[in-house]
């Protein structure tokens, strides 16, 4: 069974940067896609970026420019590099791995960016 875990959310204020780690075990992660998602308070979940197995990325416009999305086959995990961190990137971000038939969903870490 795929495992998928965030970290490295917290509080920073607005400017400062933040990088997510999402570890994924119990599977083939060079097939992965890993796709990053958040979910502020009272609004739906949102997509932020992803980045494909064969590691091409796409972004979200809210965050293009500002976050970066990479991975590490030998850690088997993925980063999102986050810069220039506004108020309204808090929420809780969750990672998503994808494979041919199948996904499994993080818990989430919270980034909170105070103004």
């Known amino acids: 069974q795929v495992q998928v875990v965030e970290s490295g959310g917290g509080l920073v204020q607005a400017g400062g940067s933040l990088r997510l780690s999402c570890a994924a075990s119990?599977?083939?992660?060079?097939?992965?896609?890993i796709g990053w998602h958040r979910q502020a308070p009272g609004k739906e979940r949102e997509w932020v970026g992803g980045?494909?197995?064969?590691?091409?990325?796409g972004y979200a416009d809210a965050v293009k420019g500002r976050f970066t999305i990479s991975r590490d086959h030998a850690k088997s995990t993925v980063y999102l590099q986050m810069n220039s961190l506004k108020p309204e990137d808090t929420a809780v971000y969750y990672c998503?791995?994808?494979?041919?038939?199948?996904?499994?969903w993080g818990q989430g870490t919270q980034v909170t960016v105070s103004s």
């Open positions: 119990g599977g083939s992660f060079r097939l992965f896609s």
């Open positions: 980045i494909s197995s064969s590691n091409s990325t």
């Open positions: 998503r791995a994808t494979w041919f038939g199948g996904n499994s």
